[in-house]
């Protein structure tokens, strides 16, 4: 078997399944959404629930590495026993049922909680800490996110820049694209910010600052996203929500964490930057005072 049996699907990198044919990556979505189902049912089972040729999992496991569909089995019944299925279902029972007659504001409240404990859950710490180093080290931080995503990037540029220098968010209205993208390069770092419905032009974006070799780092919701494609590091979010739209709360809990973590490498620079800051606000009246 090409593939470990104590890998994770985290472990499968989106630039190969974002390789696979239409069908295949049908089935792979399926996979990654669904490990509990594979790991607990029979494969014909899959393959009528996916709606799928029960060989299209067969092809899928041999060509994301695995030598047979029961390897690729093992590795979501270890995410099974990882607990990730089991805090989706909570999740989800969070979110559909109607617990102690639940209002749709307490549902609310409810899933956003509940998609910040999944963050944190999932989080790989080792990951995490590459990213923040990987920022620290940067001389230009480029932030994407466009439409909905545009608010929480704005925010995460707020407060880095409360603190850190050089970042920004690309695209925004008035700003120069290219001039922004040239100052760009391999000393530099990104971070994409897109969930479902992915903005054409987040990735368009995205695309660019590839061309210029510049490490990006993904924070999306799926391991299939094409924010994900060809991102160094990946973060994946849940953003389940009773309301119509997704839920941004954990993407903006994860840039808090990982800012303030970029902040603790930074160290007494970090500090000494926030204090000017702080003061010259106080010397220009921005803070109310009684």
Known sequence: MNVAKNTKLD????????????????????????????ATRSQRQIAEIAKLPAP????????IGYDNYGDMRE??????MNT????????QVLVDGDLYGANFATKHAMAVIQNTKLLIANLDMNKLEAAAK?????????????????????????MANMSLTGWTVLGRDGDGLASSLTSLGKDSACIIFSIEPYAKRALDIADLVMA???PLIALTDNRLSPAAKNACLSFYIDATSPQFF?????????????I????????????????????QNHNFGEYWQD
């Open 212 to 214: 210029n070799d510049v």
């Open 84 to 91: 990730r299925t089991v805090l989706a279902e909570k999740a």
């Open 11 to 38: 472990d499968l990198i989106p630039s190969k399944l974002q390789a696979l044919s239409p069908q295949l990556r049908k089935a792979a979505r399926f996979v990654v959404d669904n490990p509990g189902d594979i």
């Open 56 to 63: 299209t999992f067969t092809r899928l496991a041999h060509a």
């Open 134 to 158: 990987l920022l620290s080290d940067a001389k230009k931080v480029a932030l994407i996110g466009v439409m909905s995503g545009r608010p929480v990037v704005d925010y995460a540029m707020y």
């Open 260 to 279: 303030g973590m970029v902040i603790q490498i930074r160290g007494k620079e970090a500090q000494e930057r926030i204090a000017a800051i702080e003061q």
């Open 246 to 258: 997704p839920s941004h709360a954990a993407a903006t809990v994860f840039f808090e964490i990982l």
């Open 75 to 80: 590795t979501c019944l270890a995410e099974v």
